[in-house]
């Protein structure tokens, strides 16, 4: 009998990649999403496969019957976009959905694995950020509402893990590109390629000084399934440690998509942190993990990604 794994948010960009990525492996995969940010168009070539689509809220208690192996927890908006408009369901996913998850992985006696991120450091003054900084974080600010849903849901990941013996993993996930990115998901990546293959100006927040770290999303999904097969429990994060500035990486994608765009300015949001590199010597140590894919090859295909979701969307809007 093939082993089950659940997955939430399964119908998101990294959660439709995880999904895949597991099937191809011969796992059976029954994906939940209540589409609030997912799109259905991620896993659409997915349903002649050992894959099952459960649309449904996680923040509402979670039934599966039958046995389940593994319990991915990837349920959450991500994008400051999505939480700054959604600050409610993002507290409750993070929350609520967490605790479900949670218990469901502890009814099935299943390894449960928890989607975090790099936002629990907050605006760090570590550099680069190790899994033991405890983070500086603004918990009444605008985005304090994903980032203390992430901590808290790290809190009671390990709580179920001490108290109820549950078999638990934390992932804290650092930025992330590649197809099945939203066009309008507001991040830098998706954002900039938005703009650039429009010939539109490309907008950067604060003076492009801040820095991000970008990972291909095949090297973040490796990185996850070997934690996820892994007996690791303490957070682990999963990132590339090439720093770039906003502006270099603005810089790359104009030039890559062969735009004719000029970049220009905005204020700086509240709480942006200035600063975002991974430490990982401990995927490197526990895992044997490091990523592979540099980020003009990665910018690739996430280029023709781009290029072919922008051209449907305004065929479609011409035939109206």
């Known amino acids: 009998m093939k082993q089950r794994v659940v997955i939430t948010g399964a119908a998101g960009f990294i959660g439709s ?8 492996r011969g796992y059976e995969v029954i994906g939940i999403d209540n589409l609030r940010t997912g799109d259905t168009a991620n896993i659409v070539h997915l349903h002649n496969r050992d894959f099952t689509f459960i649309k449904h809220d996680v923040t509402n208690y979670i039934y599966i019957d039958g046995p389940i192996d593994f319990v991915l927890h990837f349920a959450s908006p991500a994008s400051p976009i999505d939480y700054l408009e959604l600050p409610i369901p993002t507290l409750k996913v993070g929350s609520l959905g967490t605790h479900n998850a949670l218990g469901l992985a502890k009814a099935k006696q299943a390894r449960f694995l928890l989607a975090s991120t790099s936002e629990v450091y907050g605006d760090p003054l570590e550099h680069p950020q190790k899994e033991t900084y405890w ?3 603004n918990p009444i600010g605008p985005r304090g509402v994903y980032d203390e849903a992430k901590r808290f849901s790290e ?3 390990m709580a179920y893990h001490r108290y109820h013996g549950v078999n638990t993993a934390i992932v804290r996930i650092f930025n992330t590109y590649g197809p099945r990115m939203r066009l309008n998901d507001g991040r830098a990546v998706p954002a900039f390629m938005s703009q ?5 100006d490309v907008t950067i927040f604060g003076d492009g000084s801040q820095t991000r770290s970008f990972t291909y999303v095949s090297d ?3 990185g996850i399934t070997r934690l996820l097969f892994s007996d690791v ?9 090439r720093e770039l500035t906003i502006k270099q990486i603005a810089e790359v994608i104009v030039r890559m998509t062969g735009a004719t765009s000029k970049l220009v300015y905005r204020p700086l949001p509240t709480d942006d942190p200035k600063i975002r590199r991974p430490d990982i010597t ?5 895992l044997k993990w490091e990523p592979t894919v540099q980020i003009e090859e ?9 290029r072919a979701k922008i051209e449907k969307t305004e065929a479609a809007h011409e035939r109206r």
């Open 17 to 24: 990649h995880l999904s895949e990525t597991l099937l191809d």
């Open 135 to 137: 983070g500086n974080v």
């Open 155 to 157: 809190a009671i990941t």
């Open 196 to 200: 650039a293959l429009r010939n539109e």
């Open 220 to 222: 973040l999904v490796e």
């Open 233 to 241: 429990h303490d957070p682990v994060n999963i990132g590339n440690p």
């Open 282 to 286: 401990r995927a490197q140590t526990l």
């Open 298 to 306: 990665g910018l690739v295909d996430t280029i023709n990604y781009f």
